[in-house]
């Protein structure tokens, strides 16, 4: 269920092991406009079905729970808990989870590779106003 407001959008996805079919996109559930971001959950021993890359958007796969390997262009790593890997459009990749006990929960963020023109230190504006809660 999403709460939506003119500057903000909430979503509940429940916990990564009971999403729908392992995966759960946020685009239009948060109504976002400059990424996709999904959240996922890879069962123990379980796999991407298929190699894959993008047209144009980078991928940056935030491994939060568990552990697995990582292919990309046939180089393949060892990825767990704290791992962070980008992946620029044309970079063929896939991932597996090598536990047999434990899921692999990750979060994929894409966003056109290049568009980046601002980030925290040159876009945040520091307010005045005092924090309530």
């Known amino acids: 269920m999403a709460d939506q407001n003119a500057s903000y959008s909430v979503f509940e996805a429940g916990p990564f092991r ?3 079919k392992g995966k759960q ?11 996709e971001v999904s959240l996922n959950s ?3 021993g379980g796999q991407f079905p298929f190699l894959h890359k993008h047209k144009e958007n980078e991928e940056l796969y935030l491994i939060i729970h568990g552990q697995g390997q990582f292919q990309v262009d046939g180089n393949i790593f060892p990825v767990q808990e704290g791992s962070s890997i980008r992946i620029a459009p044309e970079g063929v990749r896939s991932l597996r989870n090598t536990s047999q006990e434990q899921h692999l929960e990750f979060i994929v963020i894409q966003a056109q590779q290049h568009s980046l023109k601002q980030w925290v230190s040159t876009d945040g504006i520091p307010l005045e106003e005092p924090i309530t809660w």
Do not use: A, T
């Not at 996109?25 to 990424?35: A, E, G, R, T, V």
């Open 18 to 20: 009971q999403l729908d």
């Open 25 to 35: 996109f946020l685009k239009d559930s948060l109504n976002l406009n400059s990424m």
């Open 42 to 44: 890879l069962p123990p």
